[in-house]
């Protein structure tokens, strides 16, 4: 079936370091692909999204490109906040709308 | 309000309780969603309405029944279960339930049972 696989955290950098978290995944169709950011104590916001190849998501000075040929949706920002300490999750939904999570990666920003 | 709201936000049952879980969307949605969020699980979708009918059962014990009474409401019933189902639950709704509709999560009602 579908899948997401996503780099293991914690993730530790200090604040205007760059961030990077790998995403690659395994679908059988033409899946939609998002990340998903969880604050401490509160649900899943959607952070970014992309639903054809080549699509590039952003918001909040976050990035990540749909990579059909590296079946890849590597999350990037350059210049991270203390207040982007959080978990965040890729996730695909197949052709019914089914979404599936990874396994979350948490990043710790420091002052 | 706006957005998902779930409510209680915590709650500790004992094995022998009887507690129901409250979901509602003020997005004009029609598909909802349950998820169960474990320590060191990724995500579990456990059941998914659209137009308020049940279209996914993603295996889950009886012990866990969904009701959707409308488009906006959606609630979860707990009876008789396991210290193993204490976790996050996670409500979710959605314009429709497709490959391109972004869902929007609720924050959460954290579960203990003893």
């Known amino acids: 079936g579908d899948s997401v696989t996503q780099m293991e955290g914690p993730v530790t950098l200090s604040e205007e370091a760059c961030l990077t978290i790998?995403?690659?995944?395994?679908?059988?169709?033409?899946?939609?692909l998002f990340w998903y950011v969880q604050y401490p104590g509160e649900g899943l916001q959607l952070l970014l999204k992309a639903t054809k190849a080549d699509d590039k998501g952003s918001n909040k000075g976050f990035e990540a490109t749909y990579r059909k040929e590296t079946t890849s949706f590597h999350l990037e920002k350059g210049s991270v906040q203390v207040s982007d300490s959080a978990v965040y999750f890729c996730?695909?939904?197949?052709?019914?709308?089914?979404?599936?999570f990874g396994a979350g990666t948490q990043v710790v920003v420091t002052p | 309000e706006t957005g998902v709201t779930q409510t209680p936000r915590h709650l500790v049952m004992g094995m022998t309780n009887k507690k129901s879980l409250k979901c509602e969307q003020h997005l004009g949605h029609n598909a909802m969603y349950w998820y169960k969020q474990s320590a060191k699980k990724p995500l579990e979708l456990m059941f998914v309405y659209n137009f308020k009918e049940q279209t996914e059962n993603n295996s889950v014990p009886s012990r866990f029944s969904p009701e959707c009474p409308n488009s906006s409401h959606l609630f979860l019933h707990l009876h008789t279960l396991q210290p193993e189902d204490s976790a996050l639950y996670l409500c979710?709704?959605?314009?429709?339930?497709?490959?391109?509709?972004?869902?929007?999560f609720g924050p959460g009602t954290r579960l203990t049972v003893l």
């Open positions: 979710a709704s959605s314009q429709e339930w497709s490959r391109t509709d972004t869902q929007y």
């Open positions: 790998n995403c690659t995944y395994t679908a059988t169709g033409y899946p939609s």
């Open positions: 996730a695909l939904t197949d052709s019914w709308g089914k979404l599936q």
